[in-house]
T-cell receptor, first 117, second 114 residues
Framework: DVKVTQSSRYLVKRTGEKVFLECVQDMDHENMFWYRQDPGLGLRLIYF???????EKGDIPEGYSVSREKKERFSLILESASTNQTSMYLC????????????????FGPGTRLTVT | DAKTTQPPSMDCAEGRAANLPCNHSTISGNEYVYWYRQIHSQGPQYIIHGLKNNETNEMASLIITEDRKSSTLILPHATLRDTAVYYC???????????????FGTGTLLAVQP
């Protein structure tokens, strides 16, 4: 079974702190994604990566950065946490490439509920 | 902005078919429709996807209208464990298909009643 793990289920940080959210997948997937989920807004894509050291902005990248130094690990960084970044953060991974017939199913981790006070 | 619209909630009796509608009137010709569901306190889980033709797997069926402006997810015999938020999603291919992103809507909360 594909497994996507996230470093913490719950996290409480103070305003202005630098926050690292870690995500690890064990299926050698090329693509990795970070989303945030807020009530009434669904899942919104923050950043994604299609290869090691490659990163692309999603729909709401402001206030965030990412790092992908190894294929299995994708980190989300909040340089200076703010209260409006209180949210559920979900990591996902999927196969990439141009192979035909790919489902491109994204496998999600359990999420990290971050509270910034 | 989300490319899909769904009713916020629906009820279904246990053992009956659940039909979840989705509108995606602005979908492009090469964009796939995906369905995921999210059970409370878990990450979303893939159900099914399609482009033009109807699709069926062990979990559900997907009916896509001929003009591709809407689709319906069908759970043939709903159980209590199917209570979840169901997301209708458009997959947008990027960089010539080398990667892609999913654009989530706000989902439908399906409540299966005993």
């Amino acid at each position: 079974d594909v497994k996507v793990t996230q470093s913490s289920r719950y996290l409480v940080k103070r305003t202005g702190e630098k926050v690292f959210l870690e995500c690890v997948q064990d299926m050698d997937h090329e693509n990795m994604f970070w989303y945030r989920q807020d009530p009434g807004l669904g899942l919104r894509l923050i950043y994604f990566s299609y290869d090691v050291k490659m990163k692309e902005k999603g729909d709401i990248p402001e206030g965030y950065s990412v790092s992908r130094e190894k294929k299995e690990r994708f980190s989300l960084i909040l340089e200076s946490a703010s209260t409006n970044q209180t949210s559920m953060y979900l990591c996902a991974s999927s196969l990439g490439g141009l192979a035909g017939g790919q489902t491109y199913e994204q496998y999600f981790g359990p999420g990290t509920r971050l509270t910034v006070t | 902005d989300a490319k899909t619209t769904q009713p916020p909630s629906m009820d279904c009796a246990e053992g009956r078919a659940a039909n979840l509608p989705c509108n995606h009137s602005t979908i492009s010709g090469n964009e796939y429709v995906y369905w995921y569901r999210q059970i409370h306190s878990q990450g979303p889980q893939y159900i099914i996807h399609g482009l033009k033709n109807n699709e069926t797997n062990e979990m559900a069926s997907l009916i896509i209208t001929e003009d591709r402006k809407s689709s319906t997810l069908i759970l043939p015999h709903a159980t209590l464990r199917d209570t979840a938020v169901y997301y209708c999603i458009v997959r947008v291919d990027l960089f010539g298909g080398a990667t892609n992103k999913l654009i989530f809507g706000t989902g439908t909360l399906l409540a299966v009643q005993p």
